[in-house]
């Protein structure tokens, strides 16, 4: 009996009874005022943003990205060979041009299904798997920079772009969400603020800069084609996995007949079914 006692309340404790006689009425949900978008940024803020490209367009393939890269590798490479008159450096400094786009091409993964250390990073948020998605990355550390770039392709196409930036030279007591936002605002202007990301609508681009200060100790800027990102978020949608039913036992404590308010008499019959499952302990 006190078994039996002590399952009733918890049975209670876990849903709403049906105190009052006659049928309850609904709460009615509050209504939320839609948020107010920010303008698009103007002609110099969206330039700025643009800027993010860096000279790659959606809808590239993986070749195509390689071979802005090369162009990119050689110009760099070309000004450093030229600052010096030693054949020795000049000739290691060719080895690492032609050894650096090779390692850009290795770092391609299809994202199929199996798990790995992308999962669990600064991009975790940023694919999913079984969706015709890729993604290679770049280390960018010309000009005194560290950052890091990363490319994100559908059915093969370039249509993101995420570029980990380098934070060491923020003091850390000035690293949090106040002073990213500060710092990217000044640079691109106004944007939607919500739950650490800001994003700015520019027309044919989207750009976000995402707060990772607190998992990774980083602070993430992506620009990506909305076009194409609808379509991405269809196929994510419609191969997402099923949901998890809920336990036998923990589904009969807290809907037995299959509501979500039980009366005493329904709540008695689950307890009687809680005992059951349990031997009758």
Not at 81 to 101: F, G, N, V
Request: proline share 5%.
């Amino acid at each position: 009996m006190r078994l039996r006692s002590a399952l009733v309340i918890a049975v209670f404790s876990l849903s709403t009874p049906v105190l009052a006689k006659g049928t309850p009425k609904k709460a009615q949900p509050a209504k939320v005022a839609p948020k107010k978008r920010v303008a698009p940024p103007n002609a110099e803020h969206k330039k700025a943003l643009a800027e993010l490209q860096a000279g790659f367009k959606f809808g590239m393939k993986k070749d195509e990205v390689l071979a802005t890269l090369q162009k990119k590798i050689d110009e760099v490479y070309e000004d450093k060979i030229k600052a010096t008159s030693d054949i020795t450096q000049q000739d290691r400094l060719r080895k690492e041009k032609k050894t650096e786009l090779s390692r850009v091409a290795s770092t391609f993964v299809s994202f199929d299904g199996k798990k790995g250390g992308w999962d669990v990073s600064i991009i975790e948020n940023e694919f999913a798997h079984n969706t015709n998605e890729s993604m290679m990355e770049r280390w960018e550390n010309d000009s005194g920079r560290n950052n890091r770039r990363f490319f994100f392709f559908h059915d093969g196409k370039l249509w993101k772009m995420f570029v980990s930036l380098d934070v060491s030279i923020i003091p850390e007591d000035k690293r949090n969400f106040d002073t990213l936002r500060s710092y990217m605002e000044s640079k691109y202007g106004p944007g939607d603020v919500e739950a650490g990301t800001i994003t700015w609508h520019a027309g044919e681009f989207d750009a976000r800069a995402v707060d990772h200060l607190r998992d990774y100790n980083a602070i993430g800027i992506a620009i990506e084609d909305p076009k194409e990102r609808t379509s991405v978020l269809a196929e994510r949608e419609a191969h997402k996995p099923p949901k998890q039913e809920t336990n036998a036992v923990i589904k009969a404590v807290i809907d037995p007949d299959g509501t979500d308010h039980p009366d005493v008499k329904s709540s008695e019959g689950a307890v009687d079914a809680v005992i059951k499952a349990q031997g009758g302990k």
